[in-house]
């Protein structure tokens, strides 16, 4: 009987606001003003008239039927904990700016809007930047809306902007002045290009990683399942150039095809597969897998690769002799970078391989790896992060420091070395048994 | 078969050129003396309004005009009697980017919105705006404010539009009320008023916990009814908001919500459907267009409500969709042909400059789709659309509540640049 009262009632609370008003979603509107230097963005969210016991109810936490300021604050950083705000993949921390909450009766009518205004911080570099706004806030129910205004800095202009279906997905590329478009010279967009191939591989944790975790055995030799022994300087250098070659071979060929347009894979499992990559690498240099074929290894995980590269080609959005030239800026910029990134750590790595703390370097790296690709592996799978993803996306800002750690502790643990040798002269090959 | 096409070509560029011809009157002359005639008509009947009513209603449908450069988001709460703060929003915010200064008389617990880079953002929690519970009069319907005047696609009773409700008025009161409008608006504007307010009254007699129906809509003038100086008369109530400023030789209606629900209704034994001609007119732009435009015009995603509604005066979002300058000439005239279903409300000469402007931006005006390609016949479709230029925004908007969404529309009419005429009302 009660139920029936209840679905009564419910049915004629429906059946005369229904008309009027937003009925069994939740619509979550956000415009964002992006400036030189910073993001605003103001949301308005109107819980319809069939949701609204629930999202009140999650609001008021202590079941009183009344949303106090502190509540309506916990709540607005519970909706900003659902938001994403990532520049070129690095995710930006958002300033809740003000809240504004209607009366609990107006959101029961399905006719209150909560309206919540936030910002970040943009770092400010010349140049074009991919913008991405994600909102997984109330999924199940949600409608969600987002647009950004036309900035009121001239020098910056938006430009090519993509969403998913139901818009919980949202980029935008930022081009500010000096940065490659359509219309600038050659010369200019050759070095455009170059730049976003530099910085791609910079901020491309997942590919550095890559290509590091490839690189961790090759001052070994494998025998019989297990990595045994080192090989000589030269052999190290002449592995490491195979490979790092190899990797270009293959991802360049891919960025080619793609970059014309010959190739077209949806990015997902692009990127799913880049971390499978690294985690298929990451147990090579625990246990060889593919002893003495890392090279053809690398040149087919390079086709992979070279797709995701493409993808961030794409949002250039150029064509014809354009698009040539970004092809080519944007791969030698990777080259470059990765040569750059092999140079600064590869002595050190080669220091380290003389070493008794090798084995356990590269096993602790391996893991490091292992554990990082199986994290992407999930975020990629279910577009959404998690904890560990996003501890290694902060942790890789700090490049520079890693590398420094890496060289220092490679110098400490050969003088470390070079005492143990006049303690014990022996075969440093046996460090490794 | 090649002489028939000739023939269909050659009538067809011929009705594009007489439909942009009889929209606008060739010399300008023309239309400023066309512009004066109007405004003058227009004054006198508002003044004539105003002499059928008594001293109190004069006073309740009276407002000072006072223009600003933008206008703010406006807030309403129910007062205990069920009725609303009237004409009191309890918190407001100013809609512009960091350029604009606060405006002039925006209520107390005003908050900027967008980027402060001219002011702090307000503290997390709220300000006095912010509405906490026992904190105040809190916030709930949203409407957009300009000086006085308060329009909103909320009912009558969530948002109260300053004025008077045609149901206090006489059968005398009413028509010189009706007047009013009919001398501002072109025949084709004016029976889409009725329209929309016979939409209206088709739902209030199914009975409506909220004011609706035509005894709801409300008139208000703001400022003297003048030849010469700016003034502006609102009439709307649930799914209209007309907002028109007249100054002189400029008659401004931008910003305009219209709407209905239910889109299709009986009157008279006769089925009217609301808002036909918007629905009719951006399907056969659709049809028109190739398969390389379509991709182009096809956004990949939902669009489930109004982006600009109230609240987003001056605002210009990055555009979408296909550019007009890589459409042909007939598609161009079509897309126009939509446009001039908003711009054609007001009386032909204000509508003639407007559709100049409007062309003078053409070539960088986008046309957006959101939804099927197809409709019903007899039945409006459920896709959004949006046509976004330099001096112009419209938002097509099928609402999905609750059941039909061909049932139920709101359309947003907006000139980024000029909303409430603040080009040349004095405000800039």
């Known amino acids: 009987m009660k139920r029936i009262l209840m679905t009564l009632a419910l049915f004629g609370l429906v059946s005369t606001t229904a008309l009027a008003h937003r009925l069994d979603e939740y619509l979550q509107a956000t415009i964002l003003s992006i400036e030189p230097g910073s993001v605003h963005a103001v949301m308005r969210l109107v819980p319809g008239v069939a949701v609204a016991a629930g999202v009140i109810a999650s609001i008021d936490s202590n079941h009183d039927g009344v949303l106090s300021p502190d509540e309506q604050h916990r709540y607005a950083e519970r909706v900003l904990a659902d938001l994403q705000l990532k520049e070129d993949g690095r995710s930006l921390l958002l300033h809740l700016a003000s809240v504004t909450f209607p009366t609990v009766d107006h959101m029961k009518m399905g006719t209150g809007e909560i309206e919540l205004a936030f910002s970040a911080d943009l770092p400010a570099v010349r140049g074009e930047h991919q913008l991405v706004f994600e909102n997984h806030h109330q999924r199940g129910i949600s409608v969600y809306l987002v647009n950004s205004l036309v900035p009121q800095d001239k020098n910056l202009q938006l430009e090519a902007q993509s969403r998913n279906q139901n818009q919980s997905f949202y980029q935008v590329t930022l081009a500010e002045a000096g940065s490659v478009t359509a219309q600038s010279f050659t010369w200019s967009g050759l070095a455009g290009a170059f730049h976003l191939g530099v910085r791609h591989i910079a901020e491309g944790t997942d590919h550095l990683l890559f290509l590091l975790t490839l690189l961790l ?21 002449t592995q490491i150039v195979r490979i790092v070659t190899a990797f270009t071979l293959g991802h360049s060929l891919t960025l080619a095809l793609s970059g014309f347009g010959l190739v077209r894979l949806p990015s997902q499992p692009v990127e799913v597969l880049i971390a499978v990559s690294i985690l298929v690498s990451a147990i090579h240099a625990i246990r060889p897998l593919f002893p003495g074929r890392e090279a053809i290894i690398a040149a087919s995980f390079g086709l992979i690769h070279g797709l995701s590269f493409a993808s961030a080609l794409n949002e250039l959005g150029v064509t014809g002799w354009y698009r040539l030239i970004s092809v080519l800026g944007f791969n030698l910029g990777i080259e470059v970078m990765q040569l750059a990134v092999v140079t600064v750590t590869l002595p050190a790595l080669l220091l380290l391989s003389r070493t008794r703390f090798y084995s356990a370097f590269r096993i602790t790296g391996a893991s490091f790896a292992c554990v990082a690709s199986c994290a992407w592996i999930v975020e990629r799978v279910l577009d959404e992060p998690n904890p560990i993803s996003q501890g290694i996306e902060s942790l890789a800002h700090h490049g520079v420091m890693l590398a420094i750690v890496l060289w220092v502790s490679s110098a400490v643990a050969w003088m470390i070395q070079g005492q143990d040798h006049l303690v014990s002269p022996g075969s440093a090959a046996a460090y490794e048994r | 078969m090649q002489r028939i096409a000739l023939v269909a070509s050659v009538l067809s560029v011929g009705a594009i050129c007489g439909y942009l011809g009889a929209i606008h009157p060739a010399a300008n002359s023309v239309h400023n003396e066309d512009a004066a005639a109007q405004t003058k008509q227009v004054a006198q009947a508002a003044t004539a309004f105003l002499n059928t009513l008594n001293a109190e209603q004069r006073q309740k449908v009276s407002f000072e005009f006072t223009p600003q450069k933008t206008a703010v988001i406006a807030r309403f709460h129910r007062t205990s009697d069920s009725g609303v703060a009237p004409g009191a929003p309890t918190a407001s915010a100013a809609m512009k980017g960091p350029a604009s200064p606060p405006p002039g008389n925006a209520p107390d617990g005003g908050k900027r919105m967008g980027p402060p880079n001219g002011g702090k953002p307000g503290p997390p929690g709220g300000g006095p705006g912010g509405s906490g519970f026992g904190m105040g009069p809190p916030g709930g319907f949203v409407g957009e404010q300009y000086g006085k005047a308060v329009w909103s696609n909320y009912p009558v009773s969530d948002v109260l539009r300053p004025g008077l409700q045609l149901g206090s008025l006489s059968v005398a009161q009413r028509d010189a009320a009706m007047h009013l409008l009919q001398s501002m608006l072109s025949p084709m504007g004016y029976q889409k008023v009725l329209d929309i307010m016979g939409s209206d009254q088709a739902l209030s007699e199914t009975g409506q916990p909220f004011c609706s129906g035509t005894a709801c809509y409300t008139v208000g003038i703001f400022g003297e009814p003048s030849d010469n100086k700016p003034w502006m008369v609102e009439f709307g109530g649930h799914h209209l908001g007309l907002n028109i400023v007249i100054a002189g030789n400029n008659g401004v209606m931008t910003p305009t919500l219209t709407g209905a629900q239910p889109s299709v209704y009986q009157r008279d034994g006769k089925s009217v459907r609301v808002l036909a001609q918007e629905n009719d007119k951006a399907f056969a732009l659709l049809d028109e267009l190739d398969g390389t435009q379509r991709k182009q015009a096809i956004l990949n995603y939902e669009v489930d409500d109004l982006v600009l509604g109230p609240g987003h005066a001056g605002e210009q979002i990055q555009p979408e969709g296909l550019k007009a300058s890589a459409m042909n000439d007939r598609q161009k005239a079509l897309l126009l042909d939509v446009i001039a279903e908003w711009a054609g409300i007001v009386q032909s000469a204000y509508a003639g400059p407007r559709m100049e402007e409007v062309k003078a931006g053409l070539n960088d005006t986008y046309f957006a789709w959101s939804g099927p390609m197809t409709h019903r016949p007899g039945q409006n479709g459920s896709s959004y659309y949006r046509i976004q230029g330099p001096r112009i925004v419209i938002e097509f908007s099928p609402q999905g509540v609750g059941g039909d969404s061909t049932m139920h529309v709101h359309t947003i009419y907006r000139d980024p640049t000029n909303d409430y005429g603040v080009k040349f009302n004095g405000a800039e």
């Open chain 1, 217 to 237: 055995p090759a001052p070994l030799l494998a025998l019989a399942g297990r990595w045994k022994g080192r090989t000589t300087v030269r052999n190290s250098l």
